[in-house]
């Protein structure tokens, strides 16, 4: 799977010059996904299954394997490492494993905006994007001292993320956008 590209549309670009593009990584499966999973010429292993919410996943013949944090790919590996030795000369069929729905892409926004909540968007957005769908940012915000809040392991980081220069300016320059956090899967952004 290639790295998907996000083009910076609210930044014109100079006459004959291409825009800057970001690239997005690639997308790692969530606890409450659901996958669509298939192996070539075998019907019986043809399956739709949700990502427990510790992270694992059941599959005939295999058994529980762990799907959060891992890629598409990383998951067929492992389906076709565990059946291997299903099959008499050890050649696996071609295992596909695609992300049906992405429910488990979650990340909350509190504080100053208009509507906090928890989102389930969908698909990778940028801290921007994040607090759109929370309905903007409230006016008396403190555009400098917003945080993302992510969870990595057993601790959390906090990210900070100045946002003054951009909401409340009249040009944007493409790298102060570029320099925002992505939003993952279980963040929460605070606008104080």
């Known amino acids: 799977?290639?790295?998907?590209?996000l083009a910076q549309e609210a930044v014109p670009a100079p006459a004959g010059e291409a825009l800057p593009a970001v690239a997005l990584p690639e997308y790692?499966?969530?606890p409450g996904d659901e996958l669509q999973i298939s192996v070539w010429r075998e019907d019986?292993?043809?399956r739709t299954v949700r990502v427990l919410p510790d992270g694992t996943?059941?599959?005939p013949l295999v058994g529980r394997?762990?799907?959060a944090?891992?890629?598409?790919?990383e998951i067929e590996a492992a389906i076709s490492t565990g059946l291997a030795s299903k099959y008499v000369d050890g050649n696996v069929p071609d295992v596909t494993v695609a992300v049906a729905e992405t429910s488990g892409l979650q990340f909350s926004v509190i504080g100053k905006v208009r509507s906090p909540g928890t989102f389930t968007p969908g698909r990778y957005l940028t801290l921007l994007e994040a607090l759109s769908l929370a309905g903007g940012v409230?006016?008396?915000?403190?555009?400098?001292n917003v945080v993302v809040v992510r969870k990595s392991g057993d601790s959390l980081v906090v990210i900070p993320a100045k946002l003054s220069d951009i909401l409340r300016s009249r040009s944007v320059s493409a790298a102060a956008v570029n320099a925002l956090p992505l939003i993952r899967s279980g963040d929460t952004v605070i606008v104080p």
């Open 1 to 5: 799977m290639s790295s998907i590209l």
């Open 28 to 30: 790692r499966v969530n």
């Open 44 to 46: 019986q292993l043809q």
């Open 57 to 59: 996943l059941s599959f």
């Open 65 to 67: 394997i762990e799907g």
């Open 69 to 73: 944090g891992r890629t598409t790919r």
């Open 138 to 144: 409230d006016e008396f915000a403190s555009l400098d």
